[in-house]
């Protein structure tokens, strides 16, 4: 999946499916106490542990960055401005910005922690929130095309942050 993000058709392609909800899912079971490793043969063909649903959450932060186009150096790829908008809805723009950087592990912490800074706000029920609504898409992708997700993802609101003032990127 990383790989094919670095060609345009591929990414367009993987982008139409709705992939992204599933991606984001992966990054959502992301477990903040244990640490980000690789993982070796043997242990992967046992049953899925939280170190590995780790692992999976880092590989997703970095092909959703990759199919949106916003990671850098060996993991550049063709940015996806409409991709990139709906992701910026749906995770917050200071988050989806993070996910231009090669470790995974501030925005996977990030998602699934409780952050409160002048420029990230992020709770466990705007967790929840996002949970319910990547559901929601994820029936709906193999019956709609790319525009309904993006459409819908542009519509999508966090209830703690409707009371909240953002300038500049600042709350």
Request: no cysteine.
């Given at each position: 999946l990383v790989t094919m993000a670095k060609n345009v058709q591929l990414q367009t392609g993987l982008s139409q499916t709705g992939l992204i909800w599933n991606l984001i899912h992966c990054c959502l079971d992301y477990d903040p106490t244990l640490a980000l490793s690789c993982l070796d043969t043997e242990e992967f063909e046992r049953s899925i542990s939280q170190k590995e649903l780790n692992y999976y959450g880092g590989m997703a932060t970095r092909a959703l960055g990759m199919l949106c186009?916003?990671?850098?150096d060996d993991f550049s790829s063709p940015y996806n401005e409409a991709l990139f908008d709906a992701v910026k809805h749906v995770l917050t723009p200071p988050i989806a910005r993070m996910l231009s950087s090669n470790d995974s592990e501030e925005t996977l912490r990030t998602l699934n922690l409780n952050v409160e800074s002048p420029m990230i706000l992020w709770d466990v029920k705007m967790r929840g929130e996002l949970m319910h609504f990547i559901a929601e898409m994820d029936s709906k992708t193999l019956h709609e095309d790319i525009s309904f997700h993006?459409?819908?993802?542009?519509?999508?609101?966090?209830?703690?942050?409707?009371?909240?003032?953002?300038?500049?990127?600042v709350y």
């Open positions: 186009g916003v990671m850098k993006l459409k819908t993802a542009e519509e999508f609101k966090y209830s703690n942050l409707a009371d909240e003032i953002n300038i500049g990127g």
